[in-house]
């Protein structure tokens, strides 16, 4: 795809809100996308970069909104790749009576149900930051994610069972997990899907 040049001219913005200002400069595309984003979350553009820079004060502005549009658009990809799949992600999402979670191979939140939300990150986040989770919150697995896809691809086993440790700062929650994929035919690329039961004691 051939670029234009007027979409990487820097173009210098000043945004305000509740008295404060900021003076961030960046691409012209990257502006485009911010606004996009934000339109997306039912915000305006100056309220999403203010989160966003109270959230990480010590990064470079210009450098967190541009990773902040390659990131969403990421997940609006692989969103749409899901819900253009056979498999119905949103109703198993809903209808799933426990915890359970999407997750990349590269170990990224992209979707949740509301028992996840409810059990899991309200043990460890305030509720206004549970669409920020994936930044916020760390998760640990007992296995290698790549053995997790080996193990499934390789086997019989519809599912694989490990340990999965749910953490921000000092606070853990722990789970078992049993994974499954989505797409047995592209299993290179393929998300997980997730089930998350209580930690039962060893025998």
């Not at 173009?11 to 990257?30: D, M, N, P, T, V």
């Amino acid at each position: 795809m051939e670029l234009k040049s007027t979409w990487l001219e820097p173009r210098q913005r000043i945004l305000q809100r509740a008295g404060k200002r900021l003076s961030i400069q960046l691409e012209r595309e990257f502006w485009d996308q911010l606004e996009v984003c934000a339109k997306d979350q039912g915000l305006k553009l100056s309220e999403l970069v203010f989160e966003l820079v109270a959230k990480n004060p010590d990064t470079n502005r210009s450098s967190l909104l541009r990773t902040y549009c390659a990131r969403w658009m990421r997940n609006k990809l692989l969103r749409a790749h899901l819900a253009s799949s056979n498999a119905d992600i949103q109703a198993l999402l809903t209808t799933c009576p426990m915890p359970c979670v999407v997750i990349t191979r590269e170990k990224k939140l992209v979707a949740q149900n509301g028992a996840f939300s409810d059990k899991i990150l309200g043990s460890l986040v305030a509720p206004d930051q549970w669409e920020d989770a994936d930044n916020i919150i760390r998760f640990s697995l007992g296995k290698p994610i790549d053995r997790i896809i080996r193990d499934l691809t390789d086997g019989s086993a519809q599912y694989v069972e490990t340990n999965v440790a749910f953490t921000r700062g000092s606070a853990i929650v722990q789970r078992i997990g049993r994974f499954c994929l989505l797409h047995r035919r592209t299993s290179t690329a393929s998300p997980l899907l997730c089930y998350l039961d209580k930690q039962r004691a060893r025998r």
